[in-house]
């Protein structure tokens, strides 16, 4: 039997973990090991993938991974998965210093003067990471529910102590990467050498959250355990010996809550101390002489011998390279450079160990960490009763995620939120914004005016810097507020069960479940879109995601598709206008199955992924992220945007012997539109003013149809047949994204894979409007 047969509500006992590489060893790291009693939450409403709970926390597979697990019904009397009920009557915490216990006079080794005390905030995703940063720094760190939301690492300075900088880095659940981005904190605690540690634990999941500090500590590297949520634990009648569990792991322990900024003072003060006098862990040997026989014990000993000189050379920690040397990492095997031999009995070693143990290298090695963990909770963890929160998320997810009720509760929340950033809230701020603008605009020009100002400098303030960046800067309200919808559906935890939901269909075109997000941003703005992808936990999903949101029609493209709609199908426009938005859609699906079979080999990664308790979002990390997207956007506006206006400007209102004109049919730019119009002449668009419009609308989709109002006059119809009309929709929805998504993407990825889609997008838009144009 596997874990795919269950039934809903059934548990089974793991006997056995299958698969190969990275996502069995994710696996082993999220706890699923033999032994463990799994049951079988729900389906998602497409039947694929599954949600279980493993050790009290939800943990959602696909259909076909969950069929690698080999489990057994649970036995009568089934080994308790609760923590038991130690004895965690309060007691004083032990201080820092001499009266502490991790500081004795004799052996004390302070850093030198004037050293920066550099911290790594390590912990598993969604434990409180950015919180605890943001309470740490007084940051604004983008904080949110959703796994993977903290891409880059951020730096900041602990208020009150000049000297020190904490680095938040990517959530990860043990050292031996998963994804690209777990790559980045591993390397960086291993590489950077920071002086001290913070590993967050994420108390009302404590078993889970130790098995990375388990690994920490093998770092040598000075440490403290900030076991945050204790809000959530206490509040549910669960507690913690925090005396106990410093003696058992050997590093202090301090309970805190990062969201009520309870106990960060003390962190702070221990995390100073262990750094600044370099206090290693007091204990790094997990491994039982007695567990199972001890072939684990033997082994690790056995190989810290074989390699002790190499991994001096190498720089990295002994014990921790010999843990991993013994679970097959590949990296720290080529890092030490052992010889023929060497490798040889490191081979013998391991054969042994999983001969003696009788479990293979991985599955002895994560059982060795969850067998101490297990000793440390069932000593020091009263575990809370079943939390308030996690009740509440349940019965919400019984409607969110429900078989029926999941998909159109999902397309109903997206409609609210474009129907309100759209047509009420975005578009109130919008248009205000926009006056305010205009009679900016006016009174200035009426200023250049009364001072007889330069007619070309009159120019290039009013026609160029004020209209260009004036009507992007007219979307900020427009970005802010999709930004607030989707900050709340995420910081809520929302975005994690769509994920979920939809895992199935992006399955089909190569990505998962997690791109829907920025896709279905992609319909309101592109800009937006690419900048949210950042919480894919892929690279290879990132990038792909990236290339396909410009395939989603933007609300920009709105005023072009209402023109022509006008123009020459009246009464149709309903009808057009979603054609025009499937349209995109299929040509995206398309080109994502291209891109799969092409940029893209592999698969996308593998939906081993937490679902998060449902939490309210903090009015404060709201209002951060949303200053933060504004600050972002507003820095674009201001660079790229400034500078492509001014150069539009120039090629409009200069001929090529640099005379100023009026009469924009001899600019520069009708010249290169000229040179293009050939190009356009198969699609029926062979005018030079359709050529300028276009152009114009790689500016801004919308100054297409106002160049084409001030170049055509009026006269449209009597320009464009119908058909010709239609190749035009057709080209405008598919070519290059405006310059504002040109740059963000630019941002993302570099220079090169901007300037490569914005071609592309303009060849497959010229092919599509070249098939309109034969078949009409
Ligand atoms: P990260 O993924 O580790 O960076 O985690 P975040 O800082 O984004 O936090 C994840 C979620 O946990 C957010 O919804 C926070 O509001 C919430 N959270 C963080 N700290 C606490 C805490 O001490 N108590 C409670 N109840 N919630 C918290
Ligand atoms: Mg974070």
């Not at 143990?357 to 960490?369: E, F, I, K, Q």
Request: overall charge neutral; proline content about 4%.
């Amino acid at each position: 039997m596997t874990l795919s047969d269950l039934s809903i509500g059934e548990s089974a006992l793991v006997c056995k973990v299958g698969g190969n590489g990275e996502l069995r060893q994710h696996f082993l790291d999220m706890g699923i090991i033999p032994g463990t009693v799994i049951t079988k939450v729900k389906t998602a409403p497409m039947g694929d993938p599954i949600e279980y709970d493993v050790n009290g926390y939800e943990l959602t597979m696909r259909l076909e991974d969950a069929g690698k697990i080999d489990v057994e019904s649970v036995p009568a009397e089934s080994p308790s998965t609760s923590s038991g009920t130690a004895d965690t009557t309060k007691t004083a915490h032990p201080g820092l210093g001499e009266g502490g216990r991790f500081h004795t006079k004799d052996d004390e080794d302070p850093v030198p003067e004037g050293t920066t005390l550099t911290y790594a905030l390590v912990g598993n995703q969604n434990s409180g990471k950015t919180t605890l940063f943001n309470q740490l720094t007084g940051s604004n760190q983008h904080v949110g529910n959703f796994p993977g939301v903290t891409v880059d690492r951020k730096d900041g300075v602990i208020r009150g102590y000049a000297n020190t900088l904490v680095t938040d880095l990517p959530g990860i659940y043990s050292m031996s990467p998963y994804t690209s981005e777990e790559l980045i904190s591993r390397d960086f605690v291993l590489n950077e050498k920071p002086r001290g540690i913070i590993n967050i634990v994420d108390a009302t999941n404590i078993q889970r959250n130790l098995y990375l500090t388990m690994q920490l500590l093998e770092l040598n590297i000075p440490m403290v355990i900030a076991l945050n949520m204790m809000d959530e634990m206490t509040g549910n009648g669960g507690s913690v010996n925090v005396n106990k569990m410093e003696e058992l792991l050997g590093v202090p322990v301090i309970p805190i809550s990062a969201s009520k900024n309870q106990g960060v003072d003390e962190l702070i003060k221990h995390a100073v101390h262990v750094a600044y006098y370099q206090e290693k862990p007091l204990r790094q040997d997990f491994c039982d002489v007695n567990d199972s026989g001890g072939a684990v014990h033997r082994a690790i000993h056995a190989v810290i011998h074989l390699i002790h000189d190499h991994a001096e050379k190498a720089g990295i920690p002994v014990r921790f390279a010999a843990s991993k040397l013994l679970e097959g990492d590949k990296r720290i095997l080529y890092a030490l450079d052992l010889d023929v031999n060497e490798k040889e009995t490191l081979e013998h070693i391991t054969l042994q160990m999983e001969k003696e143990r009788g479990l293979d290298r991985s599955a002895a090695m994560a059982d060795m960490r969850y067998a101490y963990i297990k000793n440390v909770c069932t000593q020091t963890v009263k575990k809370p009763h079943e939390s308030k929160e996690r009740i509440r998320s349940q019965k919400i997810d019984k409607l969110l995620t429900g078989k029926y009720t999941g998909i159109p509760i999902f397309i109903a929340i997206m409609g609210l939120v474009f129907f309100l950033t759209f047509n009420v809230i975005g578009a109130f701020f919008q248009g205000l914004l926009e006056r305010g603008i205009d009679a900016l605009t006016a009174l200035v020009d009426t200023g250049l005016t009364t001072v007889n100002a330069n007619p070309v400098l009159h120019s290039l303030i009013i026609d160029g810097i004020f209209a260009g960046v004036g009507g992007v800067l007219s979307f900020l309200p427009i970005i802010v507020t999709l930004f607030l919808f989707l900050s709340l559906l995420e910081d809520s935890g929302y975005i994690a069960r769509v994920a979920f939901v939809m895992d199935t269909l992006l399955r089909k075109i190569g990505l998962s479940g997690r791109s829907i997000v920025p896709l279905l941003i992609g319909f309101g703005c592109t800009v937006p879109a690419v900048m949210s992808t950042r919480i894919l936990p892929s690279e290879r999903d990132r990038k792909m995601t990236i290339l396909l949101t410009p395939f989603m029609s933007c609300t920009a493209k709105l005023p072009i598709y209402a023109f022509f709609t006008a123009a020459f199908f009246p009464g149709r426009g309903g009808l057009i206008m979603t054609g025009l938005y499937f349209l995109g859609i299929i040509i995206g699906i398309l080109a994502s199955l291209l891109y799969r079979k092409t940029l893209f080999k592999g698969e996308p990664v593998p939906f081993v992924m937490e679902l998060p308790n449902y939490r309210l979002p903090s009015v404060k990390n709201t209002a951060q992220l949303l200053w933060e997207k504004a600050k972002d956007f507003l820095e674009r506006a201001f660079t790229v945007i400034f500078i492509a206006t001014i150069v539009i400007w120039f090629l409009q209102s200069f001929d090529l012997r640099l005379n100023y004109i009026h009469d924009s049919s001899k600019s520069i730019l009708a010249l290169i539109a000229g040179f293009l119009e050939p190009l356009f002449r198969p699609l029926g668009l062979g005018d030079w003013r359709i050529c300028t419009s276009l152009i114009s609308g790689v500016m801004a989709k919308e100054s297409v149809v106002s160049t084409m109002e001030i170049l055509f006059a009026g006269g449209i119809t009597t320009a464009l047949s119908a058909k010709a009309a239609a190749s035009m929709l057709v080209f405008s929805l598919l070519y290059s994204p405006c310059i504002a998504a040109i740059a963000s993407v630019k941002r993302e990825l570099g220079a090169r894979w901007a300037l490569g889609l914005a071609l592309w997008q303009c060849a497959i838009a010229w092919i599509c409007a070249l098939i309109v144009s034969l078949v009409l």
